[in-house]
């Protein structure tokens, strides 16, 4: 069988392929190491892009762009007048020729929006995931990119060069032995722009597969546990004293919830 | 729904002013618009679409340059942490290939690897069908991994994991 294209390759990787595809690309990648190797780094690529703006949903929202959500802008934005105006500003009084020029093509733009009280269901649509809990549950790329992880590891196995064993020296990792998890290895990653660990355990029992606890700092409230699903891959993840926690598997959320309350307690008394 | 739409213009624009202005825009121009929306339909991939069709008019309509040296310096200072540094060089170096992209790729990868919509809601949201979708992204995520892999972002984000 033919090698999949990039094209099937990253639409598996997406989890966007039919049954029967996905298992031909899976036999593939199993029988391919170059293959897998490719596999791996697409999808360390795609963890990466995730991180790259995933800062800009936590910012604060400018009021400005509540205020249009509510309708409430007053004036139709006319970005190239927008642009002007900034382009002015750079350019200070040195230019200030250009700066009147600028001046009055916004004032020519600055078109009357009326919008009255505007669609009051729309807006309400816009704003309605501004909710700073609603907004983190329905944007927050974490489990996406703790999915990329899990598979890059999964696909790469111990062997990718980028595990490693040694763990700083106050950190205590959790014994997960009793559930049948040997530790693998741990990897530094940076989650929420905050440094984490990410630690592998894996097992013979491939009907519970190697799982991946991730433990970070966050300056964020406590938080209780919510689940993910992506793909074939559940992820657990919950805050508590400063820290967030997550796990990601392929195996059942029972399994894996059972697991989170181990770690919970085994954190918990570290 | 504002974040994501903030994230989406900020990757398509690379400027956080402008991708702000672009947003704005979207909002005004949906509120204004409201009765096209169609029930039954995502709203998110209707709010995506605007935000869309607006920059490609913009991009259309003037030669786009940097006006504003806009993208946040990489900031690898004595007493930043020099993992934490260089996992910051790394996101740096993915907005740059990013934005090395062509328009619709870039959008593509925006939707589906970034804000995480499957093929047909992407498909929906670019107005294209969602054969199209699948190889823009596919040459999207192969052309930003070459160019990754030629900048060293993907090798340093290992290396990060390595470094103690």
Known sequence: MPRPSDERLIAYLDGELEESERDAVADALERDAELRERGAALSESAVLLRSAFDEVLHEPLPERLIRAARGESGAVTDLAAARQ???????????FWLGTAAAASLAAFAVGFGIGGGDVGLADA?????????????ADSFPDNLAGYYRRYVNMGPN???????????????????????????????????PAMALMYTTDNKALGPVLVVVANSPHADKGTDFYHRGDINVLRWRHHGHAYAIAGTASINYLWNIHNDLAYQFDTI | ??????????????????????????????LSRAHQFQEGTRFDSW???????IWIDQLRS???RREEAEEEGVNVGTDEPGRRAEARLALQEVRSALAQLPAEQRAALLLVTVDGLSYKEAAEAADVPVGTIMSRLARA???????LEAGGGLR????????E
């Open chain 1, 85 to 95: 105006k900034r382009w002015k500003r750079v350019l200070g009084d040195r230019r």
């Open chain 1, 126 to 138: 816009i704003l309605a995931a501004y909710a700073p809990h609603s907004a983190e549950q329905a």
């Open chain 1, 160 to 194: 990718d060069g980028t595990t490693f064993d040694k763990l700083p020296q106050n950190f205590h990792l959790p014994n997960l032995k009793p559930w049948g998890l040997a530790f693998q290895g741990a990897r530094f990653l940076m989650v929420e722009g905050q």
């Open chain 2, 1 to 30: 729904m504002l974040p994501r739409l903030r994230r989406f213009a900020r990757g398509l624009t690379g400027s956080a002013v402008e991708a702000d202005d672009l947003v704005q825009a979207a909002c005004e121009r949906a």
């Open chain 2, 47 to 53: 709010m995506f679409r605007i935000v869309q069709t």
């Open chain 2, 62 to 64: 003037r030669d786009i």
């Open chain 2, 141 to 147: 995520r192969t052309a930003l991994l070459a160019k």
């Open chain 2, 156 to 163: 340093r984000s290992t290396q990060d994991a390595k470094a």
